[in-house]
């Protein structure tokens, strides 16, 4: 017999849609059809009906969770509707995937994950930077034991954009809006991903803007996770820093160091047009190969280039996953309680940098 085709609603036509999810939806033809998009507001160049008219159309979501042929919704929508749009996605029997941040606060997170139970249905978080090449690199660096024992881990997303940035839903002060919702969920994901939770939690939430958004919200936090035997995790991102190769990286052992600049090329490539299957995509140049550095057989410091893990493992791989987990062959590919466990780090950063201490989870 053959395997259930899954009809998938789309709800938003931003650059999210467009860029993470569609394309991925499209590379998996027998598991997944592009079922239909909710597009509030269409205009003349910017209109789903035009780019996708094959698939159905809505301008409101709650006809997408009245359709009974609509397996799973993908929500896109700005961070404060998540929590309505997958309550209501769970309630009416459909499967949900939801895109970072998860829902603003871990209140929320909970309440969702007893709604899924409830509903026997699937809920997952979009952590697509899972799939990074090089965050999937850095793995295989720890796996083959080259470091040793890890006492310093330090993940970056610095960027260089001093400028007043224009005013988008981003950069308004909302639930869930922000640097460490935006760019600090994937960097904090990866670091549960790759230890779990902390002890403690010491946050820096700021404005390094010197002409900030008025009444905008923070754009830059540093964030140090304390783990158990003295491991010392940061997680930064900074939005004025003038470097020309930024700092991604940098993993420091008893045995070895790791380092690697610049990040991983899929998101590009897809605003650039490149798709799943085309031959070079997920394909990291040489120039953003990391390096490591070890001993060599008579005590000395020898430093090498670390060749990116291939082939690459791309964003696909998430919605392969899904379909699996459909099909009852595994786990969704991000649990939604490891995402409510990245948010209770993010309040422990919040409640940190407002009262000036360290906070033990």
Known sequence: MASKTYNVAIVGYGMSAKVFHIPLVLALPSDFKLYGIVQRSPKPDDDASKDQPHAKH????????????????????IPETH???CKAAL?????????????PTAKEADDLLAIAKRSGKLLTVYQNRRWDSDYLTLRHV??????GEIVEFETHYDRYRPDPPPDTWKTRD???HGSIFDLGTHTIDQVYHLFGLPQKVTGFVTTQRRKPVQGGAHDSHTLILQYPNALMVTVKAAIVSPETEQLHFWVRGTTGSFKKFGVDVQEDQLKAGLRPGDEEFGVEPESLHGSLTTMDGEGEMERRVYETVG???TYVEFYRVFAKALRGEGEVPVRAEEARDCLRIIEAAFLSSREGRTVDL
């Open 91 to 103: 309630e009416a029997g459909k499967h949900v995937i939801v895109e970072k941040p998860f829902v």
């Open 311 to 313: 082939p690459p493992k």
């Open 58 to 77: 809505w301008r409101s979501a709650d006809e997408v969770y009245a359709d009974p042929d609509v397996d799973v919704v993908v929500v896109t929508s």
């Open 142 to 147: 720890l796996d083959s034991g080259s470091l």
């Open 174 to 176: 909302a639930p869930g």
């Open 83 to 85: 929590h309505a749009m």
